[in-house]
């Protein structure tokens, strides 16, 4: 700090390292952080829903059609 004041932490394991894994809802988090850059809400929504249910799918083009064809942020 200015005055000369040091601080510190240590920190055992990162977050996401093996001893300390990332959630589920850390994983959807981050998912949104990255999709929130490009697509609206809703939009974000959707593909996570997508994506929590991929074995649902029935059709790849439904993903890639929602991603097309929304205006990106």
Do not use: Y
């Not at 001893?19 to 949104?32: E, K, M, N």
């Not at 996570?48 to 064809?69: F, G, H, P, Q, Y």
Request: glycine residues 4%; hydrophobic residues 35%; contains cysteine.
């Amino acid at each position: 700090m200015r005055e000369g004041t040091q601080h510190s932490t240590f920190v055992a394991a990162l977050k996401g390292s093996p001893s300390r894994p990332f959630t589920h809802d850390d994983h959807v988090a981050r998912f949104q952080c990255e999709l929130s850059k490009r697509w609206p809400e809703g939009v974000r929504r959707e593909v996570i829903e997508i994506a929590e249910n991929l074995s649902d799918l029935d059709k790849v083009s439904r993903i890639t059609v929602l991603l097309a064809s929304r205006s990106v942020v």
